[in-house]
């Protein structure tokens, strides 16, 4: 069974980059769109990026221009490269497929933006 572990998170400037990772224990060639998510504190979970097993991305109006998911087949990773970060983008990361499945939900990695 495939699990999806995140990391890459930290503390960053408002203006700076971070890289997140998620890496698959198995093969993520099956599952056809992954996706991002991020919970920040007091709020829901919320979708951020995702992308289909052709490429295809689409991403929430908030961080549009400003992240960019990818995917790596071979590696069984996704990825998602967070510039022009900003104070409101603090939150924990989740990576799951999309639509989201309980059992694919890891701890997630915490990114704090400081202003």
């Known amino acids: 069974q495939v699990q999806l572990v995140e990391s890459g998170g930290g503390l960053v400037q408002a203006g700076g980059s971070l890289r997140l990772s998620c890496a698959a224990t198995?093969?993520?060639?099956?599952?056809?769109?992954m996706g991002w998510y991020r919970q920040a504190p007091g709020k829901q979970r919320e979708l951020v990026a995702t992308?289909?097993?052709?490429?295809?991305?689409n991403y929430a109006d908030s961080v549009k221009g400003r992240f960019t998911i990818s995917r790596d087949n071979a590696k069984n990773t996704v990825y998602l490269q967070m510039n022009s970060l900003k104070p409101e983008d603090t939150a924990v990361y989740f990576c799951n497929q999309y639509p989201p499945i309980r059992i694919f939900w890891g701890q997630g990695t915490q990114v704090n933006v400081s202003s």
């Open positions: 992308i289909s097993s052709g490429s295809s991305t």
């Open positions: 198995g093969s993520i060639r099956s599952i056809n769109t």
